[in-house]
């Protein structure tokens, strides 16, 4: 069996992918050339996929014969693979759910903690040598504790950013899904986005990217923020429509955002990186070694699972 990795994995999912598959590695960390990705297809029994890896509905028909049998994808999200397209031809997807949890609600944790406490602009502050010491008045924020969260999806992560929330900052917890989710804690499902958006202090995007959540937060769902509330993204960047955010950052329609995520990436616009109130990652998501080698092994799961004629255990 032909596997193609796409970007370099942690060495210890490389060496097992190597001692059990026929592999090929690709060194390169930028997603994969309109004839990189049609040679994947013709050319691999399967491609281990990451994000920016496209493969549209336009790369399957361009590939003369579909050897491909599977894309097991390095990631919980999977926009960038078209699923049904995929599954005309023949290709079964998978991804890594479950693996990233923890990591990426830890991550919008650091985001609102950043945002609303104004930990980045006191960190360049300080590294600018324009610190003068403290004073009673300085870069005073926005006290997390206590404050009311809105989370936008309660899925796996949503549900993990909200108990953060709740066991450890003591916040009031609301939501909107697409159904009502129990969750083992207080958490109130509102009617409607923007309904969320005028009741919270913060408001997390934490839903899959897909053609229905393309800028699910637009310029109305900003504006029903509060002017001193913050927003963190740490879904998808065309989650959030990015100049619609730019201007309610400008105009003082909130307070401040943390995104680690970016509607163009890894293209930020100028206008977010000159403004102080404004947290600014660069995809750190699951960027922990232990939490990268899971998802590798996941990923692999799914591939010997192939291999081996069995049910894939995380078939999308």
């Not at 999977?78 to 079964?92: K, P, S």
């Not at 929330?165 to 009502?180: A, K």
């Not at 699910?216 to 065309?238: C, E, K, T, Y």
């Not at 730019?246 to 307070?255: P, V």
């Amino acid at each position: 069996m032909r596997l193609l990795i796409t970007r370099p994995l942690p060495d210890a999912v490389q060496e097992r992918a190597a001692a059990a598959f026929q592999c090929e590695f690709r060194t390169d960390q930028t997603p994969l050339e309109r004839g990189e990705l049609i040679r994947a297809l013709e050319e691999f029994d399967v491609v281990l996929p990451t994000l920016g890896d496209r493969f549209c509905s336009e790369i399957f028909a361009a590939a003369q014969q579909v050897r491909c049998k599977l894309l097991a994808n390095f990631g919980v999200g999977y926009n960038h693979i078209d699923v049904g397209a995929a599954r005309n031809a023949g290709v079964a997807v998978t991804n890594t759910p479950g693996a990233v949890t923890d990591a990426t609600a830890d991550i919008a944790m650091t985001l609102i903690l950043m945002s609303a406490r104004r930990a980045g602009e006191g960190e360049r502050m300080l590294r600018a040598g324009k610190w003068a010491g403290w004073n009673p008045t300085q870069l005073l924020g926005t006290h997390v504790t206590g404050r009311t969260v809105g989370i936008v999806g309660l899925g796996r992560i949503g549900q993990a950013i909200a108990r953060r929330c709740h066991y450890g900052f003591g916040m009031n917890v609301r939501y909107v899904s697409r159904s009502p989710k129990t969750v083992g804690f207080p958490a109130q499902r509102v009617d409607s986005l923007t309904e969320l958006a005028r009741a919270v202090d913060i408001l997390v995007v934490a839903v899959p990217g897909s053609a229905e959540t393309h800028h699910l937060i637009d310029a109305d769902v900003l504006a029903a923020m509060r002017p001193q509330a913050h927003l963190v993204n740490i879904a998808r960047g065309d989650v959030v429509d990015e100049a619609a955010l730019i201007q309610a950052l400008r105009s003082d329609g909130i307070a401040g955002a943390g995104l680690d995520v970016y509607e163009f990436e890894p293209q930020v616009p100028e206008a977010l990186i000159e403004m102080q109130n404004v947290v600014l990652l660069p995809h750190l998501g699951t960027a922990a070694l232990d939490v990268r080698t899971a998802m590798g092994n996941m990923a692999l799961d799914n591939v010997a699972a192939l291999a081996a004629g069995k049910p894939l255990p995380n078939s999308v």
